[in-house]
Structure formats: structure tokens, C-alpha cells
């Protein structure tokens, strides 16, 4: 191959310009993805052209990547069941007006951040389920869809890289642990992420920006403008088009929270029995992604039961036709993850994370080395749109600068974490990001450029906070 070196850049570049000036999610994909294959291909426009197809059908190979967008257009036909048979509006009602646990607009965001929170074993779910749990309350209170999916997204992320027993702590463990068996580092796998988690400083101040966003009036520019919209009643920007619309059909009277916790509860009790199948409680390894897959599909049969023979509000022809329905809602969603996962193939192959730390590793004081692993790796996740990608880039490469250095290497490490989930709450081709605009009724590069600045503001302190507490130890 030849040497790609800075042109391994042009993809993701082509990618984040096209989506910021063309608001076009799946043309920018498109290009950015062809933009990498050219590349690769030494600018042999049809060799290019060839292995961009190519590369979208090799996406498929990895049984993940299909496990996943299974699930994902699964998941949404539970939640279409869910509404239509007014299981939403049933949980609407249940704790806003008999139970009184939300009552406004703080309360519903608390609650979609706090579901966000707990459903910390599965990030797609996550964001799938409190999005629609929330929806109508929004809706009722006239938060702006756009501060639900910051909340969401921002309050996850802080947790899911925060917590060691789902499949972000396995992943993280697993890179810690080959660094300890090769020798870059000394002790115990899970004693070093646990530590090295307290420095992760971009989940902490994004947390503390959530908080500030929910509990007082103050808003950045585009937030703001968001929130005035939806207090007049003007759920999207005109012209806003969001990656899956729900269509408007009938809600059964018969509704009641039954129709919507029965398969849900269903799906999230057979989790842990299906991670003790296929990989003996462990989460990762694959394990997770196929538990979950079960899982769904278990809460689907369960859902049919108890809308044909238990509630008796549909016949099963009805509840296969509307089971598609919710199918047919995701096909969007689907085409951009297959491209997003296409694009994060194309940057290893790119090598764009090893192109940006060996070319910004110079010479920085001791101090400084956490703060310096913070900022490649914001610029890699930016770039590629995964933070797994990224830890699997800047852990070692952090732990090897720490070690060299005499740097804390806990404090470099929480630095990598840090840098990795900035690209995850403010890249416009990360999939978390699709995945919260899809499940928050969003268009997506609205999104992203109102949440921009508050990522910015947490990425700014938590920078402030490695350089402060790198200093102060040398």
C-alpha cells in the first residue's frame, strides 16, 4: 500500500464539512466514505468507486455490526407497539397525573437522563428507550426535542464510560490488560481502569453542564432558540428533517403502561439470562450484542401475548402488520449506521489515529502529557466518530507517553477516555449521535450544533482540569 499520510485525513474532513454546510447526513457519509476509498486507491476514481461498494457489502461480514442493526430495527417495532396500543400515553398519565413523579419540564428531563443512566448495559437501547418514554412528556411540556437528546446522549456517555461491568468497560479493560501483560504497565487490569475512571474529567463536567442545562434558564444560542420554538408549540425547525418519522395512527383505547412496560421489562429481565448463555456473565466478547438481540426478540413474543391474548387489543395479523411498521420506521437509521460503521472501518484502514499521534507527539513537559493525550484523542474521535476506536489508539499510546515520562499514568489514561467520548457526544458521524437524534424525533445536524457548545464548554474544563492536576503533581 502506498503511503497515505495526511491525505487519510480527507475523509473524515469531506465528511464533517459536507454534513455541517449540507445538513445532508447520508450524501455526506456517502462522499466522506468515497472520499477514503480514493485514497486507499491511489485516486483511481473506478478502482474507488469499486471498492466503496465493495466496502459497504464487507460491513455486513461482521456479525456485530448485523447483530446490532438487527436489533436496532427490533427495538423499534417494540416501541411502535408501545405507542399505538397507548402504552406511552399510559405511562404519560400514570406518572404525571396519578403517580405525580413528573410534573414539568425538569422532572421529564431528569427522567430521560436518569433512564439513560440505568439502562447503562446497552447504549443503543439506552438512548431507543428513554427517547420514547419521554416523548410524549416532552411533547406535553414543550421541551424542545433537541435539549432531550443533549440530556440523553450527554448524561449516557458520562455513565456508560464510567461504569466497568457493560460492554465500554470491557472494552476498556481488555486494551489495559494487554498493556499490562506486555510489560508497559505494572499491577492489576481492573484496579487501573477503576482508578484511571475518576480522572475521566469530560464526563464530570458534562454532567455538571446537564444539570446547569435542566435546572436554570441558562441555554447557548442555538439551545436557546431551540427551547423558544418548542415553548411556542414548533416541535422542529422548518425545513428539520428527522432521521425516522413516526406516523400519526389511531391509539387503541384499551391503552394502559401495561402495553408498554410488559415487553420492555421482558426485554430487559432476559438480558442478564442471556449474557449467562452466551458468555457465562461476562459482558463483551460479543456476548453483549447477542444477549441483547435475544432479548428483543423475547420481548417481542412476550409483547404479542399480552396484546393478542392477554390486553385482546389486536388480532396477531394486526400486530405483525404494525410490528413492520415500526421496522420500516428505522430503514433510515439503518442506512447511516451502515455507514457510519463503513466510515470507522475506513479510518483504521486509514490509519488516521496513528497518522495524528505520531505526527503531534513532539517534546511536552511531564505535566503536560495528559492534557496532550486529552486533546489527540478529541481530535481522532472528531475525526472517526468512535470512541471505542479511540481508546483502542490513545490508552496504549497513553500509557506507554505516562511510563516514559514519569507522568501518572491514571491520570493519562482518564485523559485518553476523556478525549475518546468528546467525538462521541460532538461528531456528526458518530453513531450515538444518529442513533439520539433517531430516537428523539431529531434532525440530526440540528443535534449536533446545539449541543456543540456545551461539548465544547465540558471538553475546555476538563482540558483546564489535566493541565491543572498534571502541573500540580510535577
Same mark, same amino acid.
Given at each position: 500500500?502506498?503511503?497515505?499520510?495526511?491525505?487519510?485525513?480527507?475523509? $473524515?474532513a469531506?465528511t !464533517?464539512?459536507?454534513?455541517?454546510?449540507?445538513?445532508?447526513?447520508?450524501?455526506?457519509?456517502?462522499?466522506?466514505?468515497?472520499?477514503?476509498?480514493?485514497?486507499?486507491? @491511489?485516486?483511481?476514481i473506478? *478502482?474507488?468507486?469499486?471498492?466503496?461498494?465493495?466496502?459497504a457489502?464487507?460491513?455486513?461480514?461482521?456479525?456485530?455490526?448485523?447483530?446490532?442493526?438487527?436489533?436496532?430495527?427490533?427495538?423499534?417495532?417494540? !416501541?411502535?407497539?408501545?405507542?399505538?396500543?397507548?402504552?406511552?400515553?399510559?405511562?404519560v398519565?400514570?406518572?404525571s397525573?396519578?403517580?405525580?413523579?413528573?410534573?414539568g419540564?425538569?422532572?421529564?428531563?431528569?427522567?430521560?437522563?436518569?433512564?439513560?443512566?440505568l439502562?447503562?448495559?446497552?447504549?443503543?437501547? /439506552?438512548?431507543l428507550?428513554?427517547?420514547?418514554?419521554?416523548?410524549e412528556?416532552?411533547?406535553?411540556?414543550?421541551?424542545?426535542?433537541?435539549?432531550?437528546?443533549?440530556?440523553?446522549k @450527554?448524561?449516557?456517555?458520562?455513565?456508560?464510560?464510567?461504569?466497568?461491568?457493560?460492554?465500554?468497560g470491557?472494552?476498556?479493560?481488555?486494551?489495559?490488560?494487554?498493556?499490562?501483560?506486555n510489560?508497559s504497565?505494572a499491577?492489576?487490569?481492573?484496579?487501573?481502569?477503576?482508578?484511571?475512571?475518576?480522572?475521566n474529567?469530560f464526563?464530570w463536567?458534562?454532567?455538571?453542564?446537564?444539570?446547569l442545562?435542566?435546572?436554570?434558564?441558562?441555554?447557548?444560542? /442555538?439551545?436557546r432558540?431551540?427551547?423558544?420554538?418548542?415553548?411556542?408549540? !414548533?416541535?422542529?425547525?422548518?425545513?428539520?428533517?428527522?432521521?425516522?418519522?413516526?406516523?400519526?395512527?389511531?391509539?387503541?383505547?384499551?391503552?394502559?403502561? +401495561? @402495553?408498554?412496560l410488559?415487553p420492555?421489562?421482558a426485554?430487559?429481565?432476559?438480558?442478564?439470562?442471556?449474557?449467562?448463555i &452466551?458468555g457465562?456473565g461476562?459482558?463483551g466478547?460479543?456476548?453483549?450484542?447477542? /444477549?441483547?438481540?435475544w432479548?428483543?426478540?423475547?420481548?417481542?413474543?412476550?409483547?404479542?401475548?399480552?396484546?393478542?391474548?392477554?390486553?385482546?387489543?389486536?388480532?396477531?395479523?394486526?400486530? !405483525?402488520n404494525?410490528l413492520v411498521?415500526?421496522?420500516?420506521?428505522?430503514?433510515?437509521?439503518?442506512?447511516?449506521?451502515?455507514?457510519?460503521?463503513l466510515?470507522?472501518?475506513? +479510518?483504521?484502514?486509514?490509519?488516521?489515529? *496513528?497518522?495524528l499521534?505520531?505526527?503531534? +507527539?513532539?517534546?511536552?513537559?511531564?505535566?503536560?502529557?495528559?492534557?496532550?493525550?486529552?486533546?489527540?484523542?478529541?481530535?481522532?474521535?472528531?475525526?472517526?466518530?468512535?470512541?471505542?476506536?479511540?481508546f483502542?489508539?490513545?490508552?496504549?499510546?497513553g500509557?506507554?507517553?505516562?511510563?516514559?515520562?514519569?507522568?501518572?499514568?491514571?491520570?493519562?489514561?482518564?485523559?485518553?477516555? +476523556?478525549?475518546?467520548?468528546?467525538?462521541?457526544?460532538?461528531?456528526?458521524?458518530?453513531?450515538t449521535?444518529?442513533?439520539?437524534? &433517531?430516537? &428523539?424525533? @431529531?434532525?440530526?445536524?440540528?443535534?449536533?450544533?446545539?449541543?456543540? $457548545?456545551?461539548?465544547?464548554?465540558?471538553a475546555a474544563?476538563a482540558? &483546564?482540569?489535566?493541565?491543572?492536576?498534571?502541573?500540580?503533581?510535577?
Amino acid at each position: 500500500m502506498h503511503e497515505i499520510g495526511v491525505w487519510g485525513l480527507l475523509s $473524515p474532513a469531506v465528511t !464533517i464539512c459536507l454534513a455541517i454546510f449540507t445538513r445532508q447526513v447520508i450524501l455526506s457519509l456517502m462522499l466522506g466514505c468515497f472520499a477514503g476509498f480514493l485514497v486507499l486507491s @491511489n485516486f483511481h476514481i473506478g *478502482q474507488g468507486l469499486e471498492s466503496s461498494v465493495q466496502g459497504a457489502i464487507d460491513v455486513f461480514k461482521s456479525d456485530g455490526v448485523v447483530r446490532t442493526l438487527i436489533f436496532t430495527v427490533m427495538i423499534s417495532g417494540v !416501541i411502535h407497539l408501545a405507542r399505538i396500543t397507548g402504552g406511552m400515553q399510559g405511562l404519560v398519565n400514570l406518572i404525571s397525573e396519578r403517580l405525580r413523579i413528573v410534573r414539568g419540564p425538569v422532572s421529564t428531563q431528569l427522567l430521560a437522563g436518569l433512564l439513560a443512566i440505568l439502562i447503562f448495559i446497552d447504549s443503543y437501547l /439506552a438512548m431507543l428507550t428513554s427517547g420514547a418514554a419521554t416523548a410524549e412528556l416532552a411533547r406535553k411540556h414543550r421541551i424542545a426535542r433537541e435539549q432531550v437528546a443533549y440530556v440523553i446522549k @450527554n448524561a449516557g456517555i458520562s455513565a456508560w464510560s464510567s461504569v466497568m461491568f457493560n460492554g465500554w468497560g470491557a472494552m476498556m479493560l481488555g486494551i489495559v490488560a494487554v498493556q499490562v501483560d506486555n510489560g508497559s504497565i505494572a499491577g492489576n487490569p481492573f484496579n487501573i481502569l477503576a482508578h484511571s475512571i475518576a480522572y475521566n474529567l469530560f464526563a464530570w463536567a458534562s454532567i455538571g453542564l446537564v444539570l446547569l442545562s435542566i435546572f436554570t434558564p441558562f441555554a447557548f444560542p /442555538a439551545m436557546r432558540r431551540a427551547k423558544q420554538r418548542a415553548a411556542e408549540g !414548533i416541535e422542529l425547525r422548518p425545513g428539520a428533517t428527522p432521521l425516522a418519522v413516526v406516523s400519526e395512527q389511531q391509539v387503541s383505547q384499551k391503552g394502559g403502561v +401495561s @402495553n408498554l412496560l410488559v415487553p420492555l421489562l421482558a426485554l430487559f429481565l432476559f438480558v442478564p439470562v442471556g449474557l449467562l448463555i &452466551t458468555g457465562k456473565g461476562v459482558i463483551g466478547n460479543g456476548s453483549a450484542s447477542t /444477549a441483547i438481540l435475544w432479548a428483543v426478540i423475547f420481548g417481542q413474543v412476550v409483547g404479542c401475548i399480552h396484546y393478542v391474548w392477554v390486553r385482546r387489543v389486536m388480532r396477531i395479523g394486526e400486530y !405483525i402488520n404494525h410490528l413492520v411498521e415500526g421496522y420500516q420506521a428505522m430503514v433510515p437509521l439503518v442506512v447511516v449506521l451502515t455507514l457510519a460503521f463503513l466510515i470507522g472501518d475506513l +479510518s483504521s484502514q486509514l490509519k488516521i489515529g *496513528q497518522y495524528l499521534s505520531s505526527h503531534f +507527539s513532539m517534546i511536552v513537559p511531564v505535566g503536560l502529557v495528559a492534557a496532550f493525550v486529552f486533546v489527540v484523542a478529541a481530535v481522532i474521535s472528531l475525526s472517526t466518530g468512535t470512541s471505542w476506536g479511540t481508546f483502542s489508539i490513545m490508552i496504549p499510546i497513553g500509557i506507554q507517553l505516562a511510563v516514559s515520562s514519569g507522568a501518572d499514568p491514571y491520570l493519562v489514561i482518564g485523559a485518553a477516555i +476523556s478525549g475518546a467520548i468528546f467525538g462521541d457526544t460532538s461528531s456528526p458521524i458518530s453513531d450515538t449521535g444518529i442513533v439520539t437524534a &433517531t430516537a &428523539t424525533g @431529531n434532525d440530526m445536524m440540528d443535534h449536533i450544533k446545539t449541543q456543540l $457548545p456545551y461539548c465544547l464548554t465540558a471538553a475546555a474544563i476538563a482540558l &483546564t482540569g489535566f493541565v491543572v492536576v498534571g502541573m500540580s503533581g510535577h
